[in-house]
């Protein structure tokens, strides 16, 4: 009976005998090391990409702060500087104002401030035209800001008006002598493109504490002190035509007008026209008002005096 059931039941198969012979453990692990190098190969790639991308942006970045930068930087000197003349304007005259009121009553000086007209600007621009005027102040701007001293503060007030802040001074005396030399280079002539021009300037005077404690008293007063020293005749624009060797002035109720190559230009009428109503004659050279309020009997120099109106170019 077991023979022939052992006859008819088949052989048992052996697993093992059926299973692919085992690999080596040394190329096991050199195909795990290359799939894992091929993973970090991906991820390394990836991450150089994601450098690079962080650093265009952060060059964007920065690129956007420096232009914000000067932005923020052109709107400050916008808001405290003139366009026209690069001075500081009012609203930086008044911060100016408060810091050298503060200095000198620390140190127990007086602060003067200057008001400056240009005589008979209005006939110049007509003569000439509105570009030449502005060429013209900007030229008197770049003589005011060379010839004071670095504690002192040069302001377009509008026009063809200037503010000068003088602080720490000794008196009266001091800022007169300054004022005087302000107005002697002022007078020098300008060159604006092919013509010469010579323009006096009226200068009115204030003191702090004397004439008043706030900027805007100061203002005041010196600018009816300006109008005062405008009132003595003072000398009228002179303008110079080298290609025409043409002079275009009054003087002691004359025109001065060598001969012409040519008739004169509408301009160069109307201007003259407009010398012969306002300087039908010339009075002596203007003596500076000062503030009657002010110590007369002080003969104090302004600190620094030998900076006061340096040569210029302008």
């Given at each position: 009976?077991?023979k022939?059931?052992?006859?008819?039941?088949?052989?048992?198969?052996?697993?093992?005998?059926?299973?692919?012979?085992?690999?080596?453990?040394?190329?096991?692990?050199?195909?795990?090391?290359?799939?894992?190098?091929?993973?970090?190969r991906?991820?390394?790639?990836?991450?150089?990409?994601?450098?690079?991308?962080?650093?265009?942006?952060?060059?964007?970045?920065?690129?956007?702060?420096i232009?914000?930068?000067?932005?923020?930087?052109?709107?400050?000197?916008?808001?405290?500087?003139?366009?026209?003349?690069?001075?500081?304007?009012?609203?930086?005259?008044?911060?100016?104002?408060?810091?050298?009121?503060?200095?000198?009553?620390?140190?127990?000086?007086?602060?003067?401030?200057?008001?400056?007209d240009?005589?008979?600007?209005?006939?110049?621009?007509?003569?000439?035209?509105?570009?030449?005027?502005?060429?013209?102040?900007?030229?008197?701007?770049?003589?005011?800001?060379?010839?004071?001293?670095?504690?002192?503060?040069?302001?377009?007030?509008?026009?063809?008006e200037?503010?000068?802040?003088?602080?720490?001074?000794d008196?009266?005396?001091?800022?007169?002598?300054?004022?005087?030399?302000?107005?002697?280079?002022?007078?020098?002539?300008?060159?604006?493109?092919?013509?010469?021009i010579?323009?006096?300037?009226?200068?009115?005077?204030?003191?702090?504490?004397?004439?008043?404690?706030?900027?805007?008293?100061?203002?005041?007063?010196?600018?009816?002190?300006?109008?005062?020293d405008?009132?003595?005749?003072?000398?009228?624009?002179?303008?110079?035509?080298?290609?025409?060797?043409?002079?275009?002035?009054?003087?002691?109720?004359?025109?001065i007008?060598?001969?012409?190559?040519?008739?004169?230009?509408?301009?160069?009428?109307?201007?003259?026209?407009?010398?012969?109503?306002?300087?039908?004659?010339?009075?002596?050279?203007?003596?500076?008002?000062?503030?009657?309020?002010?110590?007369?009997?002080?003969?104090?120099?302004?600190?620094?005096e030998?900076?006061?109106?340096?040569?210029?170019?302008?």
């Amino acid at each position: 009976m077991s023979k022939r059931m052992s006859k008819r039941m088949p052989h048992a198969v052996n697993a093992e005998d059926s299973a692919p012979p085992p690999l080596d453990r040394a190329a096991t692990g050199a195909l795990d090391l290359r799939f894992a190098l091929a993973a970090s190969r991906q991820h390394l790639g990836a991450a150089l990409q994601q450098i690079d991308a962080l650093l265009e942006q952060r060059s964007r970045l920065e690129q956007q702060l420096i232009r914000l930068a000067q932005a923020v930087a052109q709107a400050r000197r916008h808001a405290h500087h003139d366009e026209l003349t690069g001075l500081p304007n009012r609203a930086l005259l008044l911060d100016r104002f408060e810091q050298v009121v503060a200095l000198g009553a620390r140190q127990q000086k007086q602060v003067a401030l200057l008001f400056l007209d240009l005589d008979g600007f209005k006939s110049i621009n007509d003569a000439l035209g509105h570009a030449a005027g502005d060429r013209l102040l900007q030229q008197v701007a770049a003589r005011l800001a060379a010839c004071i001293r670095t504690s002192d503060t040069a302001c377009r007030y509008g026009g063809d008006e200037f503010v000068i802040l003088l602080p720490e001074l000794d008196g009266q005396q001091s800022a007169v002598s300054t004022a005087e030399k302000i107005r002697a280079h002022l007078a020098k002539p300008y060159c604006v493109g092919t013509t010469v021009i010579t323009v006096t300037t009226s200068i009115g005077i204030a003191l702090y504490p004397v004439d008043g404690k706030e900027c805007g008293d100061l203002i005041r007063v010196s600018d009816l002190q300006m109008y005062h020293d405008k009132s003595r005749a003072p000398a009228p624009p002179r303008i110079l035509e080298p290609a025409l060797h043409t002079y275009i002035a009054i003087q002691a109720g004359s025109t001065i007008m060598p001969t012409r190559t040519r008739r004169p230009t509408p301009a160069e009428q109307k201007f003259e026209r407009v010398q012969e109503e306002a300087f039908s004659n010339e009075g002596a050279p203007p003596t500076l008002p000062t503030s009657p309020a002010a110590n007369a009997d002080d003969g104090g120099v302004a600190a620094g005096e030998g900076q006061h109106c340096r040569s210029s170019g302008a």
